[in-house]
């Protein structure tokens, strides 16, 4: 079992940044791929930014703006996220794949004002 928790949504204004936080627990040697993902009002939840193996990928409307990296020694995944839109809100979550099945976040609220 693995558990996420994600932390650092809020409200910002566009043009602003704001840093998410994912902390895993449970069987962390089991994950073989983290990342984020977001669903706004009405659409279905999309991928973000992963992180597989040391490798990240990003939906290109984020490309250059947001940044995911993972912390192996403090089990966490972040996502730091500059020059925020209004079409970045959402909710976000935290993802983790293993062998058996994958694991998502509670979501954390993104709201960015224009």
């Known amino acids: 079992q693995v558990q996420l928790v994600e932390s650092g949504g809020g409200l910002v204004q566009a043009g602003e940044s704001l840093r998410l936080l994912c902390t895993a627990s449970?069987?962390?040697?089991?994950?073989?791929?983290m990342g984020w993902f977001r669903q706004a009002p009405g659409k279905q939840r999309d991928r973000v930014a992963t992180h597989i193996s040391g490798v990240t990928n990003y939906v290109d409307s984020v490309k250059g703006r947001f940044t995911i990296s993972r912390d192996y020694a403090r089990n966490t995944l972040s996502l730091q996220m500059n020059s925020l839109k209004s079409e970045d809100t959402a909710v976000y979550y935290c993802y983790a794949r293993t062998s058996f099945r994958d694991y998502w976040g509670q979501g954390t609220q993104v709201t960015v004002s224009s």
């Open positions: 449970g069987s962390i040697s089991s994950i073989d791929a």
